[in-house]
């Protein structure tokens, strides 16, 4: 069974009512969408800041026992707040490698899911594997005081801890574009679950990301809040257990999720036309796997517009809430696909609910650049 709260809305219509008809238009819309989702969701991100590292313990390991690597801890300085602050990285590349390398950056230290296997696999397909903790920025401590971290910091914000983590895959970001090992270009970030929800925002809100890739981000992340499947988390759950993940204006739509002016498709399509990956279990039923699946085919009108729909895909498999192996080695042949690494060797535009109607009707606008050719 399936509750279906109102169409999802026209990622196309501003909210004067005026649609969409060139690009110059979008980049219009994509600005008010955005104000819209941080004024109403997750907050203001805070302010950019300068950052500045200090390189701790680097030295050389065997990943798996035979694959080569170079590892380096660094204390990332942050200046221009109200006090000192900081949090650490760590770098994991592979070894004698040469020319400038793609990254691959995971806040989720403070869980266990990037394992050894899952580090190994990252290493091998030549990428650098940047990890933090994200809760070192804020912590994730089911209260809502705001006295510690980065609200010690800028103490006049209204972000939620969602864009505070986001705002530290940012700060992660100017680091590696100061190196010179490291391509500007192709820095793809990940995250699982309430990690997966921050990295959705994080690189809807930066346009230095490349690739955005949450995993099984449910509810304020890759989820639907119009469209819940059975037994899915939805905002009333979130703001009761975890009211300081978001802004406190979301409370106005709990229950009333058809009044909210955007969807989380909306989110989505802030990352366009730049890539962006959802990678899902069908038994993750809290996740809203097939609410996922309908903010996927929603923004990916967007990415229809702008000419860049292999840029954006989906892919699920069997199984429950987890970031395993299989999960990382789905968004990797994604990274290497989009990344010019390798020929696509899986799809990532299945539809596992087929007999499932769509939650909007509405559809791109033929598209149209400024001089008025067809995109």
């Known amino acids: 069974m399936h509750v279906l709260k109102g169409e999802l809305p026209d990622l196309f219509e501003f909210a004067g009512g005026a649609r969409v008809q060139t690009e110059a238009d979008w980049r219009r819309r994509r600005e008010e969408l955005q104000e819209l989702i941080l004024d109403i969701e997750y907050g203001h991100l805070p302010p950019r800041a300068e950052v500045q590292a200090e390189l701790l313990h680097p030295h050389s390991c065997m990943l798996g026992g035979t694959l080569p690597a170079e590892f380096a801890g660094y204390r990332l300085g942050i200046e221009g707040g109200a006090r000192p602050f900081g949090f650490s990285l760590q770098l994991l590349a592979p070894k004698e490698a040469e020319g400038r390398r793609p990254v691959v950056v995971c806040g989720d230290g403070c869980w266990r899911y990037v394992t050894e296997a899952v580090a190994t696999e990252v290493v091998k397909r030549g990428y650098v594997l940047a990890t933090f903790n994200r809760t070192e920025i804020v912590p994730d401590a089911y209260h809502s005081a705001r006295s510690s971290g980065l609200y010690s910091v800028f103490p006049e914000g209204d972000f939620g801890a969602l864009s505070a983590w986001a705002w530290g895959y940012h700060r992660v ?30 690189g809807a809100t930066d346009e230095r990301i490349a690739l955005t890739a949450p995993n099984n981000s449910g509810s304020g992340g890759a989820g639907c809040f119009r469209w819940q499947g059975d037994s899915c988390e939805k905002l009333a759950d979130g703001w009761r257990m975890v009211p300081y993940w978001y802004s406190p204006r979301v409370a106005e739509y709990v229950d009333r999720e058809e009044h909210l002016p955007f969807d989380q498709h909306a989110l989505k399509a802030l990352v366009a036309p730049r890539a962006l990956l959802s990678t899902e279990a069908l038994g993750d039923v809290w996740a809203n796997p097939s609410g996922t699946y309908q903010t996927f085919d929603a923004a990916r009108e967007v990415y229809r517009f702008l000419g860049a729909e292999e840029r954006t895909g989906i892919w699920y498999r069997e199984g429950d809430h987890d970031h395993g192996l299989v999960d990382w080695q789905a968004f990797l042949d994604f990274a290497d696909q989009q990344f010019g690494r390798s020929v696509p060797m899986r799809r990532f535009d299945e539809n596992p609910f087929p007999d499932m109607p769509r939650a909007f009707a509405w559809s791109a606008p033929e598209g149209r650049r400024e001089d008025g050719g067809s995109l």
Do not use: Y
């Not at 090992?181 to 994080?202: F, N, W």
């Open 173 to 202: 970001v100017d680091f590696l574009f100061t190196r010179e090992d490291v391509d500007p270009e192709r820095i793809a970030i990940v995250g699982h679950s309430r990690g997966g929800k921050t990295v959705l925002l994080a």
